[in-house]
């Protein structure tokens, strides 16, 4: 497929546990954030947004939390299912200008 | 709708080959985005296209690439000549609007190797 990040750092947990995915951005300056989900030879998928406004945010069975303080993010997901393998990454943005994406982070879900 | 296609899924060549890379966008989506993964750099957005016009093409990395969209369901992405170091996942997205990131689809990628 046209999955890539063969060599990304990987999180194992266990079916049924919370997993949470860190993510370092750079520009003190970004106003907005997204986490995406990308499965083995599929493009991107958005999973869910933040503002720099906010420090957290919920959806369905993921939340994001922004810590602007120290230019961090986090995913969490809730009660992880091996649907959920995948890489995720974030994105940083300033007024949608300096589109960043980071490295990416492989999620794999022990039965 | 069968969502963003891309072709070829994927393509080998040898250094100096013109490579074509090619994207139908969603119906009824005003925007497209080519970007370009990599290990070493990630995902990257090369260009993108509203109404057919290329409005931000800041992200190409040289003149060996270049693209085109001749009309709202059809867009290339051309190297040539290509080098190994061209070799990435290239995707296509599209949206209604530029900012939309929650509307915004990819394609499944074509992945390119240069020899």
């Known amino acids: 497929g046209e999955s890539v990040g063969l060599h990304l750092p990987t999180l194992s947990v266990q079916e049924g546990d919370n997993s949470i995915i860190n993510c370092a951005y750079s520009?003190?300056?970004?106003?907005?954030f997204i986490w995406y989900k990308q499965e083995s030879g599929k493009g991107p998928q958005f999973i869910i947004d933040?503002?720099?406004?906010?420090d957290k945010r919920q959806g369905q069975r993921v939340t994001v939390l922004l810590n602007k303080t120290v230019k961090h993010l986090s995913l969490q997901i809730a009660a992880t299912q091996p649907g959920d393998s995948a890489v995720y990454f974030c994105?940083?943005?300033?007024?949608?200008?300096?589109?960043?994406f980071g490295p990416g982070t492989r999620l794999s879900v022990l039965p | 709708d069968a969502g963003v296609i891309q072709s070829p899924r994927h393509e080998v060549t040898e250094m100096g080959q013109e490579v074509t890379l090619r994207c139908k966008p969603i119906?009824?989506?005003?925007?497209l985005f080519w970007y370009r993964q990599t290990m070493m750099r990630g995902l990257e957005l090369l260009i993108y296209?509203?109404?057919?016009?290329?409005?931000?093409d800041s992200g190409m990395p040289e003149d060996r690439f270049s693209a085109k969209m001749p009309n709202a369901s059809f867009s290339t992405l051309k190297i040539q000549p290509s080098e190994p170091r061209d070799s990435a996942v290239y995707f296509c997205a599209s949206s209604t609007q530029r900012y939309s990131y929650n509307e915004q689809f990819f394609g499944p990628g074509t992945r390119l190797t240069v020899l």
């Open positions: 994105a940083e943005t300033n007024y949608g200008q300096n589109f960043v």
């Open positions: 296209f509203n109404n057919n016009v290329p409005i931000d």
């Open positions: 119906s009824g989506h005003d925007y």
């Open positions: 933040i503002r720099s406004n906010m």
């Open positions: 520009n003190s300056a970004s106003d907005y």
